[in-house]
């Protein structure tokens, strides 16, 4: 069974900048395509990046791009979310997700993953 907790989320002012982490209990880590997504009051559940078992290649929402990068420590089985620039839109609960993937492929929807944590609010003030 795989674990995902994410840590990191906080209040902070717009420009401000937050990382975040989902730190994973999975014996094999780096078979797992990784990827955060988010949910604010009121809407679904966007997809915000993800990046392949390899760290190569990544995507991202255009709405986060410039701003957010992901990263991942395999030795740590630990996947990263900077996000810099923050925006009042940016606020919601960010969710880090998993699923077991080839070298180079990089799921972006939602019901591609197969495994969730149970997600990390970010509050962003204007």
């Known amino acids: 069974q795989v674990q995902l907790v994410e840590s990191g989320g906080g209040l902070v002012q717009a420009g401000g900048s937050l990382r975040l982490s989902c730190a994973a209990s999975?014996?094999?880590?780096?078979?797992?395509?990784m990827g955060w997504f988010r949910q604010a009051p009121g809407k679904e559940r966007t997809f915000v990046t993800a990046i392949s078992r390899t760290g190569w290649p990544t995507l991202y929402a255009d709405s986060v791009k410039g701003r957010f990068t992901i990263s991942r420590d395999n030795a740590k089985k630990t996947v990263y979310l900077q996000m810099n620039s923050l925006k009042p839109e940016d606020t919601a609960v960010y969710y880090c997700?998993?699923?077991?993937?080839?070298?180079?492929?990089?799921?972006?929807?939602?019901?591609?993953?197969?495994?969730w944590g149970r997600g990390t609010q970010v509050t962003v003030s204007s």
């Open positions: 997700a998993a699923k077991t993937s080839g070298a180079w492929n990089v799921p972006r929807d939602n019901s591609e993953f197969d495994y």
């Open positions: 999975v014996p094999t880590f780096s078979t797992y395509a």
